[in-house]
């Protein structure tokens, strides 16, 4: 009995012997390997080594902004304030006012006493109520506007004229409406308007107003009275466009053959518009002709077409002798895809001095010379997207010290832009 006590004592001594060695040993292990773990890989102090300038770190990123973005050596100016895209835009007769159409259902006509300026005061022509602006042209002077507006019932014209009288203030009052006329394409919307002053032959000096509708009907309106002159329809599917010469002498459409219809505005004695009546048809390109232009003096036009060529084309005829119209010059359209494939321009536009083209496709706007159909200059990305309207100012504008042609473009994003001309020894 005794011998058993013995042994179990010592069992237990044993024991407890081996388990202190066993855990000694484990606790002498992991303190070791803290160690060396703590050697190796100390804890880091991110302030120190890691620095983050959160003070300088907007001003950097400002001035990679500012350096990367790069204006073009032609832009001249951008005119904002716009809430929406801009639908359309025209200069007055004598370069001073430029009337922008914007889809917020606004017209401004912005003052242009120096193209350079930081700001330019405008006039707010709010539109009737649910009217969407799609066109806008000058009307006889820069105190008429002719409005094109679209609504589900069909599109509408409005006239906007200032009173001469002044109020009590000594103020003029905003411009009110002269004249409208309602669902005038039916239910169609108006894709351009053009307008010019009638001074050809018999004409009285009125001005008178095309508005090309998306269908194939066009409408000629008197600028003034806005009384209804002429119909024409072009039975080619579509419209693309329509433009009236700045004589007032022809209208012209492109549309979606590739002939181009030429009519005439035959005037009475009075002054009157007697009829408008088909005098000819440009036939050469190969595909749908998208744009086109008249030249200052009325004997030219310019088009632009899908089969990536230009023409220069002379209407001084005597197609009443039937004489055809004759292509004077065909470039090719100098702008490819990533693929290589020739584009076409959306729209061309021909400075008053006839020597410069601008043509637009997309966001891209190009100056083509017109003698040679070289590339004057290129500005990729002239707004930040399409573009919507194009045109030249009737006249050199002030801009700073001097005077310049200045060409002005508008776009979906809300910008009207204003660029002036290559200079005339790049031709």
């Known amino acids: 009995m005794e011998s058993v006590l013995v042994v179990g004592i010592a069992s237990v001594v044993l024991g407890s012997l081996i388990a202190v060695l066993f855990f000694g040993s484990y606790f002498r292990k992991r303190t070791s390997e803290v160690q060396s773990m703590a050697k190796a ?40 304030g716009h809430g929406d895209a801009v639908t359309g835009l025209c200069f007055s007769s004598d370069a001073r006012s430029l009337a922008t159409a914007c889809a917020d259902g606004v017209i401004r006509v912005f003052k242009l006493d120096d193209a350079s300026s930081k700001s330019f005061k405008f006039l707010r ?36 004229g200032e009173e001469k009288q002044k109020d009590q203030q000594g103020k003029l009052p905003l411009p009110g409406i002269k004249w409208d006329h309602h669902h005038i394409h039916d239910q169609r919307a108006v894709l351009t308007i053009s307008g010019a002053t009638a001074t050809y032959g018999t004409a009285d000096g009125s001005a008178v107003i095309a508005t090309c509708s998306e269908g194939t009907d066009i409408i000629l309106w008197h600028g003034k009275t806005g009384r209804n002159l002429g119909h024409v329809d072009t039975n080619q599917l579509k419209n693309h466009m329509a433009a009236v010469s700045p004589n007032g002498r022809f209208l012209a459409a492109a549309a979606f053959t590739a002939d181009v219809k030429v009519w005439e505005i035959v005037y009475q004695k009075d002054g009157s518009v007697k009829e408008v009546s088909r005098v000819m048809q440009l036939k050469g390109h190969k595909s749908a002709v998208t744009w086109l232009c008249f030249s200052p003096n009325s ?20 197609y009443h002798l039937d004489e055809d119209s004759k292509t004077l010059k065909v470039f090719p359209i100098p702008l490819c895809d990533s693929g290589g494939n020739p584009l076409h321009y959306d729209r ?8 410069i083209l601008a043509g637009t496709h997309g966001s891209t706007l190009q100056w083509l010379c017109v003698e040679t159909g070289n590339v004057l200059d290129t500005a990729e990305k002239a707004h930040e997207g399409e573009i919507t309207c194009i045109s030249w100012a009737p006249k050199a504008i002030t801009v700073g010290e001097r005077k310049a042609m200045v060409l002005a473009t508008s776009g979906d994003d809300k910008k009207v832009k204003l660029w002036e001309s290559p200079k005339s020894q790049s031709l």
């Open 41 to 80: 890989d100390p804890i880091r102090d991110t302030k120190t080594i890691h620095p983050v300038p959160k003070k300088n770190h907007p001003k950097s990123h400002a001035s990679d902004k500012t350096q990367s973005k790069r204006h073009h050596p032609l832009d001249l100016n951008t005119l904002k």
């Open 125 to 160: 022509i709010n539109l009737p109520a649910g009217g969407h602006p799609t066109a806008v042209a000058f009307a006889d002077d820069a105190s008429s506007i002719v409005v094109a507006c679209h609504t589900m019932s069909g599109s509408s014209l409005y006239m906007y």
């Open 299 to 318: 004997e030219k036009i310019i088009t632009a077409s899908k089969d990536g060529s230009i023409r220069v084309w002379n209407i001084n005829v005597r």
């Open 348 to 355: 061309l536009s021909l400075c008053p001095e006839g020597k």
